[in-house]
């Protein structure tokens, strides 16, 4: 199971992220560093866990749908990179960044699900909050099943922003366990909640291949310091 540690970055600093409520947003404070630089925080996270990947949400990007803010180069690990992406011809201009695996979040994508290009080019999450599958595309497709659009991607999130920083768990294992079924050679990453290890152990019996990690790290519920 690969820990994917996480950082929110809004303003140009780390932020954390709670229940997907962005107003709320404040610079982290962390045991880790005591800076909130991206880069700081990113290496601290990095050294911490041993992981080559890091998972970046350019909150600026996201909320106001215009460039990545962030540069992946910066940091010295491969970047899952979600930049608030909604049409193809900005996927297209983020794949050509280096060091960067594009993530498509159905927060904010435009294009239905019949529209997507085939083999779908970047990892799709899969946006819940409080267990319902939020959109960018019409809503009259919004309700179509989620393993049928899945089974056109080689890779996953599963991410309940409502769990995000609040520390109650992430309650996405039975939407994991049918995505396994659906897809048995996707790769599937969790996030959203994770507390402890035994978090952790429910994600992977689930069948999840890694999960995204924020709080648990900054707080060392996961990892001693010193």
């Known amino acids: 199971m690969r ?5 929110d970055v809004m303003g140009g600093v780390v932020v954390r992220a709670i229940a997907g409520r ?14 909130t630089d991206p880069i700081v925080v990113a290496e601290a996270l990095l050294q911490l866990t041993g992981s080559k990947e ?11 749908g215009g460039a990545p803010t962030c540069v992946p180069s910066h940091f ?5 990179l979600d930049a608030g992406l909604r049409t193809v011809e900005q996927l297209a201009t983020l794949k050509r960044l280096p060091n960067v695996r594009a993530i498509v979040g159905t927060e904010t994508w435009s294009v ?5 290009p085939e083999p779908f080019p970047a990892i799709l999450s899969l946006d819940y909050i409080d267990g319902e599958l939020r959109t960018g595309w019409p809503v009259s497709t919004a309700a179509m099943d989620v393993s049928a659009m899945a089974i056109r991607v080689a890779s996953m999130i599963v991410l309940d922003v409502a769990h995000v920083g609040m520390g109650q768990g992430s309650g996405t294992e039975e939407t994991i366990r049918m995505l396994r079924r659906a897809c048995p050679n996707a790769e599937l990453i969790a996030g959203g909640g994770v507390r402890h290890w035994d978090d952790i152990h429910r994600f992977e019996q689930a069948g999840a291949d890694a999960v995204l990690v924020a709080t648990a790290l900054h707080d060392s519920s996961l990892f001693r310091l010193g």
Do not use: F, H, K, Q
Request: with cysteine.
């Open 3 to 7: 820990i994917i540690p996480v950082i």
């Open 54 to 64: 890091l998972y970046v949400a350019d909150l600026d990007a996201i909320i106001g």
């Open 112 to 116: 239905p699900p019949d529209d997507w």
């Open 22 to 35: 962005r107003n709320d947003y404040r610079p982290i404070e962390t045991r880790l560093t005591c800076s």
């Open 76 to 80: 010295r690990a491969t970047v899952l």
